[in-house]
């Protein structure tokens, strides 16, 4: 279990190396944020929410179509339902939506569904790009002309369709929306503002603009506001950092918000193990970082791509929120428990001091370094400094530590083989005492602004 002190040099790392993953990767804009128990101890911003109007993405603020997250929203409002005992689990599809009799394999479950277990088709052949995804009509269509193309629990096979008719179950069940079970059953007992289970005039008001990348040398390109129409509880979810860090915290042990702890075991236990992780359990995928296991769903949707991921044991939530198609939020989450349990593991070596520095005074040399050649991140984990490469996606694996020396001379004490273990290294400082570049071996980087 990380301490406060860790998880605030975890995330003195993370902020700018976050920040530059975003600027490699050319995304427009980007908000994250991470918290352990009731305290966010890291809430930031990169870039801006539309690039036409420059408007810059406020960390708290701005909304983000989250696409596949609202498979964990929807599994929710399922696993209230059946604590009310309105459903259960093992209830054939069949006998809660009639119109799927001859369609549907009769033994298929609403457990199958939520584990992708069902063999459901995945999308269909309707149009994904448009301004409005399939309505009822058409996704039912879809499910009466191709139902499924195996028997139930006969492969992993990840399907929005499947999700769909949960949602649509939810409606059946209850009489109301999935937008407003998504109200009554997640947000409202959670008092989130900023979350809507799919397009409202409300959340349009802060919601970034999407965008397809295409190359570098195309101009982004704009997607369209999509109204998810009858796909909404498989990707509809509009929200923000700090709401889904909340509705993370209601999902760890001892939260008892929404669910029971059975519920949220049943949730989070691996239901399917696949070749390789992530797992899937019932609405959330399961992985390990670095021995961490970690829970959560990413999403992806016309220019947005988002991932939430929060580890029980640990007590520890995070998000990452992206307005482009790129794979960055994916990055950015795993690099987040990389970074945790990497100053974990590093602590007890880290906390050597000498005369020549203390913790505090090791402050001065943090920052981003840049040369023609390279990047690197100087870090502070401890009582040591470390020498960062935030194109790395596992950067504390090769890390250089710096051991004090002298008043701005330090040696590499541990690192990477090919570099410049048991070397000197150098910061230089001018007249005021300001520190203004970091010579690493034969090379001079100087320091500079994100």
Not at 273 to 290: C, F, I, K, S
Not at 297 to 304: A, D, R, Y
Not at 396 to 425: I, N, S, T
Request: charged fraction near 20%.
């Amino acid at each position: 279990m990380p301490n406060a002190r860790q998880l605030a040099d975890a995330s003195a790392i993370l902020d700018p190396m976050f920040r530059l993953v975003a600027i490699y990767d050319r995304i427009p804009g980007m908000a994250f944020g991470l918290s352990h128990g009731s305290d966010t101890v890291l809430l930031g911003a990169h870039g801006v929410a539309n690039l036409e109007t420059s408007e810059p993405v406020d960390p708290a603020a701005t909304t983000f179509r989250c696409a596949s997250i609202t498979k964990s929203f929807t599994a929710t409002i399922i696993m209230r339902l059946a604590e009310r005992r309105r459903l259960r689990l093992d209830d054939p599809v069949t006998s809660l939506l009639t119109w799927t009799r001859g369609a549907l394999h009769p033994e298929l479950t609403v457990r199958h569904l939520l584990m992708h277990a069902g063999s459901v088709i995945r999308d269909g052949t309707n149009s994904w790009e448009g301004p409005e995804m399939p309505d009822r009509s058409s996704v039912r269509e879809q499910v009466l002309r191709h139902g499924t193309f195996g028997e139930p629990s006969e492969r992993f096979r990840y399907s929005n369709i499947a999700y769909s008719l949960l949602g649509e179950i939810a409606e059946h069940l209850t009489g109301r929306t999935f937008v407003q079970l998504v109200r009554r059953e997640v947000t409202h007992p959670l008092g989130l503002e900023t979350t809507w289970g799919d397009l409202t005039p409300i959340s349009r008001r802060h919601l970034a603009t999407g965008y397809w990348l295409g190359r570098p040398d195309e101009k982004p390109e704009a997607a369209p506001p999509t109204d998810t129409s009858a796909i909404a509880p498989a990707g509809g979810l509009v929200s923000c950092v700090p709401d889904l860090l909340e509705y993370q915290r209601a999902h760890i042990p001892g939260d008892d918000r929404l669910l029971t702890e059975y519920a949220k075991r049943e949730m989070q236990r691996p239901q399917w193990q696949r070749a390789t992780e992530p797992h899937y359990g019932l609405g959330w995928m399961t992985w390990h970082v670095d021995g961490i296991q970690v829970v959560g769903h990413s999403g992806g949707f016309p220019g947005f791509v988002t991932k939430i991921g929060f580890a029980p044991s640990e007590r520890i939530v995070a998000a990452v929120l992206t307005n482009a198609q790129e794979t960055t939020a994916h990055r950015c989450l795993d690099l987040a428990y990389h970074v945790i349990a990497g100053v974990g593991s590093a602590w007890e070596r880290a906390a050597a001091t000498t005369r020549w520095q203390t913790r505090a005074s090791l402050a001065r040399y943090v920052g981003l370094y840049r040369s023609h050649g390279s990047d690197v991140v100087i870090a502070r984990i401890n009582g040591s400094l470390f020498v960062l490469d935030p194109k790395d996606p596992m950067p504390l694996v090769v890390a250089d530590r710096l051991q004090p020396v002298g008043r701005h001379r330090f040696r590499v004490a541990e690192g990477y083989d090919f570099g410049f273990v048991g070397e000197d290294v150098s910061f230089q400082v001018d007249r005021r005492g300001k520190v203004v570049a970091f010579r690493w071996g034969a090379h001079v980087l100087q320091r500079a602004a994100l």
